[in-house]
């Protein structure tokens, strides 16, 4: 299977994204508009603890207006740089991506917050094929070179 897609009309997104992080075994690489999910930042700590590698690019603004965010994040455990958007103050790092042993994407409208969870109707989309694992390994990497180290920015 090359793509699939999970709607929170369905189901849990959380669910999937849990499953499919726990099953890695070397590498994540997220950019997230909005996380405020502490489920979700359990599945990476874990990841951590099992020795896979992490990193997190967050849009500056919605790091600095989420208290729960900033919790999530406090300590320093989880290596996460925040980012503007283009045109710097007032734009967005907009992106919702995360790259899964340099194998697999996950994207789609879902935010990972405890709204997309549970209020919003939002969608995941998995992709398998090398090609968009590439680019999107290609815009992580730009994206995550340009951004600040959280308290740097």
């Given at each position: 299977m090359?793509?699939?897609?999970?709607f929170t009309?369905?189901?849990?997104?959380a669910?999937?994204?849990e499953?499919?992080?726990q099953?890695?075994s070397?590498s994540?690489?997220?950019?997230l508009y909005?996380?405020n999910?502490?489920?979700?930042?359990c599945?990476l700590?874990?990841?951590?603890?099992?020795?896979?590698?992490l990193?997190?690019?967050?849009?500056?603004?919605k790091?600095e207006?989420?208290?729960?965010t900033?919790?999530?994040?406090?300590?320093?455990?989880?290596p996460?740089?925040l980012l503007?958007?283009?045109q710097?103050?007032?734009?967005k790092?907009?992106?919702?991506?995360v790259?899964?042993?340099a194998r697999?994407?996950?994207t789609?409208?879902y935010?990972?917050?405890?709204?997309?969870?549970?209020?919003?109707?939002?969608?995941?989309?998995?992709?398998?094929?090398s090609?968009?694992v590439r680019n999107y390994a290609?815009e992580?990497?730009a994206l995550?070179?340009?951004?600040?180290?959280?308290g740097?920015?």
């Amino acid at each position: 299977m090359t793509s699939e897609v999970v709607f929170t009309r369905a189901g849990s997104v959380a669910e999937v994204i849990e499953r499919l992080v726990q099953a890695t075994s070397t590498s994540v690489d997220a950019a997230l508009y909005r996380f405020n999910s502490a489920r979700l930042a359990c599945v990476l700590e874990d990841a951590l603890r099992r020795g896979v590698s992490l990193r997190l690019v967050l849009d500056h603004g919605k790091y600095e207006e989420s208290p729960a965010t900033r919790q999530l994040l406090a300590g320093g455990r989880i290596p996460c740089r925040l980012l503007r958007g283009r045109q710097g103050p007032g734009s967005k790092m907009h992106h919702k991506f995360v790259i899964l042993d340099a194998r697999m994407v996950l994207t789609g409208s879902y935010n990972w917050t405890v709204e997309s969870e549970e209020l919003n109707y939002e969608n995941l989309v998995v992709l398998r094929d090398s090609q968009s694992v590439r680019n999107y390994a290609q815009e992580f990497e730009a994206l995550w070179a340009e951004a600040a180290e959280v308290g740097q920015s």
